[in-house]
């Protein structure tokens, strides 16, 4: 049958669920700074679950977002040491499996608002600060929940020349997957993030129905393409610099539910697949019985 590339699912609200402190606007970086044996249990959770690539806990740990969170005389001190510590931490949790470690390229001051990203050049100059950082340490980028085109550009093209290869993650608004959160077809977005550079595309943090939407597009961008969702009932209620105690996950998401969502995506050509906010371990752990039943075979490996 098809080798599909199978991701891990989200690790911030995972992260929170198991922390003993209330949530923080640093949100995973938190977990990571003050509870990193928890960032690595969430991490081998997804491995025993059959996920085959995990996701560097960086997805907060942005300079933009440490300046603005932590304060901008600690910012440069915590970049450095939180992208170093996640990268351990990443290391420690697939010892001894064939599980690769992929890379994050984020939004920079938070994710649901494009028009709070920072302008192209300042974009492209942090992502290619990330890609030089990581780069060695992983088999491939994931550019995750970008949600504008300027982004995408940014973020695909800061990977450029490093022979490092690139999923191009994108969010689509929630009610409309032909569009981005920016309201620009996903059509144009995928066909921008060929253009730049990408080896793969998909839609993420968005729900499961979005991403059903969005696959025509993604299919005709002419490149590997996947999906994986979020289960919030409203994403872009969190504001930036806000906590994520505001957002409430969807009841009629679990494990079973989600494994149908995704086995239709590919169905119809998708070969990507994995789970964001709300999707855990056990979701990971029925969709890879599903596909692996359906004569699928699991892989770490971007092609």
Request: aromatic residues 6%.
């Amino acid at each position: 049958m098809t080798e599909i590339l199978f991701l891990d699912g989200g690790m911030g609200q995972e992260l929170i669920a198991r922390s003993k402190f209330p949530p923080s606007p640093l949100w995973s970086a938190k977990v990571l700074m003050d509870e990193p044996d928890i960032v690595e249990a969430v991490h081998r959770a997804y491995v025993d679950a059959g996920a085959k690539v995990i996701t560097l806990n960086t997805y907060s740990a942005t300079p933009e977002r440490l300046a603005r969170d932590a304060g901008a005389d600690q910012a440069e001190t915590l970049f450095q040491d939180l992208q170093t510590r996640a990268v351990e931490v990443a290391k420690r949790a697939v010892a001894g499996t064939d599980v690769a470690i992929a890379g994050c390229l984020p939004p920079l001051k938070g994710s649901y608002k494009p028009d709070e990203a920072p302008d192209f050049e300042a974009c492209l100059t942090t992502y290619r600060r990330l890609v030089e950082i990581q780069k060695d340490h992983v088999a491939f980028f994931i550019c995750e929940t970008l949600s504008s085109i300027k982004e995408v550009k940014a973020a695909v093209q800061a990977c450029a020349g490093h022979g490092v290869a690139v999923l191009c993650g994108m969010s689509a608004m929630d009610q409309d997957g032909t569009r981005l959160r920016s309201g620009e077809p996903t059509e144009t977005a995928a066909i921008a993030a060929r253009t730049a550079g990408a080896h793969a595309i998909g839609i993420n943090c968005s729900w499961p129905e979005a991403i059903s939407q969005a696959m025509p597009a993604m299919a005709d961008a002419n490149l590997p393409f996947g999906g994986w969702a979020n289960a919030f009932t409203k994403a872009d209620d969190l504001a930036i610099g806000g906590t994520v105690d505001v957002l409430r996950a969807r009841t009629d998401l679990g494990p079973d539910a989600y494994a149908d969502h995704a086995m239709h995506w590919v169905d119809r050509g998708a070969t990507i697949i994995g789970g964001c906010c709300e999707v855990g371990p056990a979701h990971i752990k029925k969709l890879a019985n599903r596909l692996v039943t359906a004569g699928h075979t699991l892989t770490g490996r971007l092609q």
